[in-house]
């Protein structure tokens, strides 16, 4: 590192040319979605809106227990997903806003989401530990082939159903070295988004 | 991704071979140790040493207010730091029991703590936006040439100190592009440790 110390001058807000949120909408995004399968604490979906937003993901599809950040009606306008206020309320805390930014879609179960991306030409992979894995510093997402990705997250204790698992095209794994083999469900989406983004920079 | 179906069973605990907390403290660590400044969240520090632990990061400073898995005394027995029941287990909560794993220290002073590191031969990098910041995509980790280096993350809201940032070798920031400039500081966490972790697979 050559660079001199008086130049490290911590950046202000103002010079940071943050996007508002329709600016965000009109952005060219990362052709990668995230899912969430059954992920139980608001503070990891909060977490995932603020990663996502930061790297211009496509969209984040909430499935089975994964609370949304709002209601989510069909078109008959019959509740297919309750949101209570605090949920709502802990989702915004943790996302800072970034849940107004970031396109979400709710899925009964994540299958119905895999099988969704799947038709619509997505390559979908699960973050996974899983016999037959690609370890992610090896694999290069092929953006510049116009491809795009899925990537599916799991429950905090259970992981990615195995009948989701089954469904994908590929298992991701982050390589662990240490004691407990589980990274927290926000680090481990924050891993993956970035190892996508910066692929391509 | 060739990779066909049935082969992507989940792995089982068994099969991971996780570390007891002894063999962790005797196997070789990533020569990286993050440093805490005034980390205001529980949930944040268990969450960084979960991580450190998956990685083998070789220690982390908690410095300031951070919280400190247990109490802190110096050579006469008098408290540097307290700890509280509650936050003790809620860093355990959050660590799932990393806190035994990965070494820590604790420090008045991020400042401190970054004199000790620079006067032991490490290169210290801030985590910060800064001007004249190095892009995390563009930093490769001379391990090979016996480097080692410490990372210091600042608290949620107001980053890194300027006065630790100037005591720096440099800055490492993570480029965003959406509308709040502002990751989590355990996904930030993650995703530098993963950068580190995975210059050397």
């Known amino acids: 590192m ?12 103002i010079e940071m040319n943050r996007l508002s949120v329709e ?12 899912v969430l ?6 503070y990891n979906v909060g977490s995932v809106f603020r990663t996502s937003d930061a790297f211009r993901v496509e969209a984040i599809d909430l499935c089975g227990i994964t609370a949304t950040p709002d209601e989510v009606r069909d078109e008959d306008g019959t509740l297919v997903r309750d949101c209570t206020l605090k949920a709502s309320q802990e989702i915004h805390k943790t996302a800072l806003g970034a849940e107004e930014s970031v ?26 530990q899983c016999h037959g894995s690609t370890m ?5 997402p ?41 990274l927290n469900v926000s680090v481990t ?6 190892h996508f983004a910066s692929s391509n920079l």
Chains 1, 2 share one sequence.
């Not at 399968?37 to 608001?42: G, Q």
């Not at 179960?109 to 030409?121: M, N, P, R």
Request: hydrophobic share 45%; aromatic share 10%.
């Open 142 to 182: 092929a953006f510049g082939d116009k491809k795009k990705y899925a990537v599916v997250l799991g429950n905090e204790v259970k992981g990615v159903h195995q009948e989701v698992v089954d469904m994908c095209d590929g298992c991701l794994e982050i390589p662990q070295y240490g004691t407990k083999h589980s």
């Open 2 to 13: 050559s660079i001199i110390n008086y130049q490290l001058k911590k950046t202000s807000i």
């Open 103 to 128: 396109a979400w879609r709710y899925y009964k179960t994540a299958a119905e989401a895999v099988a969704a991306l799947k038709a619509d030409g997505y390559t979908v992979l699960a973050v996974e």
């Open 37 to 42: 399968d059954d992920v139980r604490s608001l």
């Open 189 to 194: 989406a924050g891993i993956v988004i970035w």
């Open 23 to 34: 600016e965000f909408h009109e952005a060219e995004k990362m052709p990668l979605i995230v």
């Open 136 to 140: 992610l510093n090896d694999f290069k």
